[in-house]
């Protein structure tokens, strides 16, 4: 049977990597729709390549340069939000959630009130609204499907044991490019230096996270949300190799761990086969022997206190996960544009959660309720920003 698989974020890191392996198995997978932010040429290029049935882009004002870029091949197309909701409408077995922060929640959303399989790598949509999503995920019969190397490691790991079973779960970390640089010296990174990633290929926004530890702080509660684990029974340790990406301790004292080559392709295809195996061309198989050595050591929230904030905002629960990370997206934009420095990150993270602590101590109820939070964070951060230059 051939599965018809539609991809949200498409054009980015993970999208890529998906049709990548939607190009190798042309007997098992068909495109759906292709959805993409505003890059009209590389979506209808992609779309003309993987002979999507519709491509869609949010935004609205790059219509134009799409249907131009896709006529004459016969793809439907369409911008703007209604775009994007036909587009995750239309049939599709699975839909890979690969949108880049909160944007994603709402297609996200629509796929699952769907009842689709979804792929998810938009962590940002348990992050923002977890309860909310896990709710729909059971109340419209949707599968999830964690995406992460981590959660999926953490999945494989788990296999049909039982949550109740399990002492804890351990994250790993490859402690990013500035592992094992001085404070002072991460002080001053630029965002190139941030983005250097030394083991895996991202896009830039979970690039800067991973250089802060932020993106683990985002997959603890992550992980929170998809096993219904206490936030005592998670952890993160660095594993500088990203070799072993996810550990189940269980109350017997055995540990199952998912290990494989840093190659987001591993955890796309174990979502993509539904059960099966599939096969990565050009996928390198994982030598233990010529890794050598596996290491591990604690992470330090001294020099990376983005992991600290994340872990009290996931202890704090309510709102807070959703507000720390409205801060977070424009502090790492901020610090993208060269507007702010590093540390700055977690500053106006940190304010953001204190300021807006008292405000919203319940969990967002549903997706809206979670982007009007979102909304008023991003602008109490984006009025913050300039002041923290100028103290700066
Ligand atoms: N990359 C990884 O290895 C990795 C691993 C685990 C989890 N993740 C998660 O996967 C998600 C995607 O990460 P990525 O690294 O693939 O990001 P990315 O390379 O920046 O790609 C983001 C994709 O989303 C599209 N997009 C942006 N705004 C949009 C909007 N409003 N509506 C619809 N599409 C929009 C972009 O299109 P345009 O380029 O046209 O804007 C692009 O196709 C993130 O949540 C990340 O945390 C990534």
Same mark, same amino acid.
């Given at each position: 049977?051939?599965?018809?698989?539609? /991809?949200?974020?498409?054009?980015?890191?993970?999208?890529?990597?998906?049709?990548?392996?939607?190009?190798?198995?042309?007997?098992?997978?068909?495109? %759906?729709?292709?959805? %993409? %932010?505003?890059?009209?040429?590389?979506?209808?290029?992609?779309?003309?390549?993987?002979?999507?049935?519709?491509?869609?882009?949010?935004?609205?004002?790059?219509?134009?340069?799409?249907?131009?870029?896709?006529? %004459?091949?016969? /793809?439907?197309?369409?911008?703007?939000?209604?775009?994007?909701?036909?587009?995750?409408?239309?049939?599709?077995?699975?839909?890979?959630?690969?949108?880049?922060?909160?944007?994603?929640?709402?297609?996200?959303?629509?796929?699952?009130?769907?009842?689709?399989?979804?792929?998810?790598?938009?962590?940002?949509?348990?992050?923002?609204?977890?309860?909310?999503?896990?709710?729909?995920?059971?109340?419209?019969?949707?599968?999830?499907?964690?995406?992460?190397?981590?959660?999926?490691?953490?999945?494989?790991?788990?296999?049909?044991?039982?949550?109740?079973?399990?002492?804890?779960?351990?994250?790993?970390?490859?402690?990013?490019?500035?592992?094992?640089?001085?404070?002072?010296?991460?002080?001053?990174?630029?965002?190139?230096?941030?983005?250097?990633?030394?083991?895996?290929?991202?896009?830039?926004? /979970?690039?800067?996270?991973?250089?802060?530890?932020?993106?683990?702080?985002?997959?603890?509660?992550?992980?929170?949300?998809?096993?219904?684990?206490?936030?005592?029974?998670?952890?993160?340790?660095?594993?500088?190799?990203?070799?072993?990406?996810?550990?189940?301790?269980?109350?017997?004292?055995?540990?199952?761990?998912?290990?494989?080559?840093?190659?987001?392709?591993?955890?796309?295809?174990?979502?993509?086969?539904?059960?099966?195996?599939?096969?990565?061309?050009?996928?390198?198989?994982?030598?233990?022997?010529?890794?050598?050595?596996?290491?591990?050591?604690?992470?330090?929230?001294?020099?990376?206190?983005?992991?600290?904030?994340?872990?009290?905002?996931?202890?704090?629960?309510?709102?807070?996960?959703?507000?720390?990370?409205?801060?977070?997206?424009?502090?790492?934009?901020?610090?993208?544009?060269?507007?702010?420095?590093?540390?700055?990150?977690?500053?106006?993270?940190?304010?953001?959660?204190?300021?807006?602590?008292?405000?919203?101590?319940?969990?967002?109820?549903?997706?809206?309720?979670?982007?009007?939070?979102?909304?008023?964070?991003?602008?109490?951060?984006?009025?913050?920003?300039?002041?923290?230059?100028?103290?700066?």
């Amino acid at each position: 049977m051939t599965l018809t698989v539609t /991809i949200l974020g498409a054009t980015g890191s993970i999208g890529r990597s998906t049709t990548d392996l939607l190009a190798q198995h042309p007997d098992r997978f068909r495109v %759906g729709a292709l959805v %993409g %932010g505003r890059d009209a040429v590389a979506l209808a290029k992609l779309a003309r390549e993987m002979g999507a049935q519709f491509a869609a882009l949010a935004d609205a004002s790059a219509g134009p340069a799409l249907a131009e870029a896709l006529s %004459g091949s016969g /793809i439907p197309n369409g911008a703007g939000e209604s775009a994007v909701l036909e587009a995750v409408a239309r049939d599709a077995d699975i839909v890979v959630a690969a949108v880049s922060g909160a944007a994603g929640l709402k297609p996200t959303h629509a796929a699952l009130r769907l009842g689709r399989t979804v792929a998810l790598a938009n962590k940002e949509s348990l992050v923002c609204a977890g309860d909310a999503f896990m709710r729909d995920a059971a109340r419209y019969n949707a599968k999830l499907l964690p995406v992460d190397s981590e959660h999926n490691a953490l999945a494989q790991a788990l296999g049909n044991g039982p949550v109740s079973d399990v002492a804890k779960m351990t994250i790993t970390a490859s402690g990013g490019p500035f592992r094992t640089w001085t404070r002072e010296r991460i002080a001053a990174a630029s965002a190139t230096e941030a983005a250097a990633h030394p083991t895996w290929s991202m896009g830039m926004k /979970i690039n800067i996270d991973s250089a802060s530890l932020m993106n683990k702080g985002l997959e603890l509660i992550e992980a929170h949300h998809l096993f219904a684990l206490e936030p005592e029974r998670l952890d993160v340790i660095v594993h500088p190799q990203s070799i072993v990406h996810g550990l189940v301790y269980w109350l017997d004292g055995a540990v199952t761990a998912g290990l494989a080559m840093p190659d987001m392709r591993v955890p796309i295809a174990h979502c993509l086969g539904l059960g099966d195996r599939l096969t990565i061309a050009r996928g390198r198989p994982l030598d233990l022997a010529a890794a050598g050595s596996l290491t591990f050591e604690p992470a330090d929230e001294a020099r990376f206190p983005c992991l600290r904030i994340a872990r009290a905002a996931l202890a704090d629960g309510g709102a807070a996960p959703t507000v720390m990370n409205a801060a977070n997206e424009i502090a790492v934009a901020a610090f993208i544009r060269g507007a702010i420095r590093f540390y700055d990150i977690a500053d106006l993270v940190e304010r953001a959660c204190e300021h807006f602590a008292a405000r919203y101590r319940t969990a967002p109820a549903d997706v809206d309720e979670a982007l009007a939070i979102d909304a008023e964070v991003r602008a109490w951060s984006l009025e913050a920003t300039p002041r923290m230059r100028a103290a700066g």
